[in-house]
């Protein structure tokens, strides 16, 4: 009788799981559509202390995890409307980051960043402007 009740339990909790990994993708195709009007092509990114440098992007969910470049990381999206997502993300082995975008218009948008790379504590934020196509 307790196998009987232990197993129902691993069961359910088993399909809980399922529906969450569900919820995960769904989360992750919104971020893609909430970024969507972001222009690809080569953008200008300068830090509020005033640092420029010009980076590519071919992909504007990009934008999320500027820190960790393009290591494979599971991204979860926290907030989102037509304006703003706010996403969390995680790379295994090199630590974790939240990341706001806020599209001002497809050509010029707003990120703050932080988290942990590689050991060490990160808080960025960029003016990002396209300056063209990539090079």
Not at 78 to 84: A, C, N, P
Request: include cysteine; aromatic fraction near 6%; glycine fraction near 10%.
């Amino acid at each position: 009788m307790l196998l009987r009740r232990m197993m129902g339990l691993a069961l359910a909790g088993a399909s809980l799981l399922m529906v969450g990994d569900g919820s995960a993708v769904a989360h992750r195709a919104a971020t893609q559509s909430a970024l969507s009007q972001i222009e690809r092509g080569q953008w200008l990114l300068k830090e509020r202390l005033g640092t420029e440098r010009k980076v590519c992007f071919a992909n504007p969910n990009s934008f999320i995890q500027i820190a960790h470049g393009p290591a494979p990381c599971e991204q979860f999206v926290v907030s989102q409307d037509s304006r703003q997502s706010t996403v969390v993300y995680t790379c295994n082995g090199h630590g974790k980051g939240r990341t706001t975008v806020t599209v001002e218009t497809p050509r010029l948008v707003r990120i703050e960043t932080q988290g942990v790379l590689d050991g060490a504590p990160f808080e960025q934020e960029y003016e990002a402007r396209k300056v063209g196509a990539c090079s």
